[in-house]
């Protein structure tokens, strides 16, 4: 690493950096756990659902949160680790235009969500509204095994980890794993993208 | 024509192609497709009317779900 660069700078250019994650379930929710965790300074997290015990396989979530809104908890959950992150929690369902409002003032986007047409709405949104900011998207998590297929494809603004075909369905479930597998392929893109590449090379 | 379809080198009949036709030679006919040109994120509703040229780069990407 360039020897000018220390850790305390780079805690300053995190502590400075604003990340909106759309969606506070498995990825959203170990994502964020992981962003805190590095520094990042504030995070603008939206999602409309509730704790159910059925989330706690591998959801950043306690027992005794079952019922509470998501976004609630995991700024309670977030705070435990560092107090001096700011959290923003919005409950409520992403649409289009509410997503532009709440992330135009983003230095990245984390599309966290389950659903596959919500990521297809949320990549379109972004990618056409606010194509300068930069969206880690995730697509194909479920099942267990298979590691090496987890990968990263960039195109532009848009960063897509997964392995792009196992889709969560009755006899493959998404498993906390796979799931923080992809959670955690997100917040390290996001570092390269808030930090820059590692060694003065390729992201 | 040749494109770049997803990193790799792909003929195409003719001098131009429709986003939907160049997903539809491939076979592509998953529900949730992002299609990006050059770059710029193709929207659904214009993937007949916006067409792929010699040279052009375009990614297309499958959407499942799973979060």
């Given amino acids: ?203 | 024509m040749t494109i770049t379809l997803n990193g790799e080198s792909a003929e195409l009949a003719g001098r131009e192609a429709a986003v939907r036709a160049v997903l539809a030679s491939k076979g592509w006919s998953f529900p949730l497709i992002i299609v990006k040109v050059n770059g710029n994120l193709v929207r659904r509703e214009d993937w007949d009317a916006f067409t792929v040229r010699d040279g052009d780069s375009m990614e297309a990407i499958h959407l499942v779900s799973g979060g």
């Fill in chain 1, 1 to 203: 690493m360039d020897g000018t660069v220390d850790r305390e700078s780079l805690r300053a250019r995190l502590r400075d950096a604003r990340v909106g994650i759309a969606g506070a379930g498995g990825l959203g929710s170990n994502c964020a756990a992981a962003l805190a965790r590095s520094g990042v300074g504030t995070l603008v997290v939206a999602d409309f659902d509730t704790v159910s015990e059925g989330n706690l396989d591998r959801q950043f979530y306690f027992l005794d949160q079952v019922g509470r809104p998501k976004v609630e908890a995991l700024a309670e959950n977030l705070a435990r680790i560092d107090p001096t992150v700011s959290v923003l929690p919005v409950i409520a369902r992403l649409d289009a235009d509410l997503a532009v409002e709440l992330y135009s003032g983003c230095d990245l986007v984390i599309e966290a969500f389950d659903d596959a047409g919500a990521k297809a709405m949320l990549i379109e949104a972004m990618g056409t509204r606010l194509p300068a900011i930069p969206l880690v998207a995730a697509s194909g998590l479920a099942g267990w095994g298979a590691s090496g297929e987890m990968r990263v494809r960039r195109l532009g603004n848009l960063v897509l980890v997964g392995d792009e075909s196992r889709e969560a369905c009755g006899n493959l479930p998404p498993m906390a794993p796979r799931v923080g597998i992809a959670a955690a392929m997100q917040a390290n893109e996001a570092l390269a993208i808030l930090l820059g590449p590692m060694d003065g090379g390729q992201a």
